[in-house]
């Protein structure tokens, strides 16, 4: 009797150790499924945290973008009403600067979304004589 109560016991710290190690092999499994979860969220939050600061760096370069676009289309507004303005005084154009005022003020209306206030000088220029070169 002695030997079926210790083989029924050594069955079943068999069974009780073969638990035990399916026990720590599933915490073992978990454990490490936690720790990839965690590394996981880690490289998404600076994921998230690098997209914000690229919008950020976009919005920003947008910002002094348009800054810029307004700042060249006042220059060209002053350079091409002075141009324009020194030929009709001149009376003539030569045909170098014609083109030349004429490039400009596309640029400007155009490229940059000038108004149009300066048509009425760009067709007086545009009415002038041609210089002759000398």
Partial sequence: MEEILLAILGGGVAVAIIEAVKEAI???????AVKEDRVEEKKEKQFEERLTGLEEEVSDMKKMMA????SQKNVLF????????????????????????????NSYHNGLGGNGD????????QSLPLKTKN
């Fill in 26 to 32: 599933a915490w073992r499994r978990n454990r490490k």
């Fill in 78 to 105: 002053d350079r091409i009403q002075y141009l324009c303005r020194r030929y009709i005084a001149d009376g003539e154009v030569d045909f170098d600067n014609l083109r030349g005022v004429n490039a400009l003020h």
């Fill in 67 to 70: 800054a810029l676009v307004d």
């Fill in 118 to 125: 300066l048509d009425a000088l760009m067709k007086q220029v």
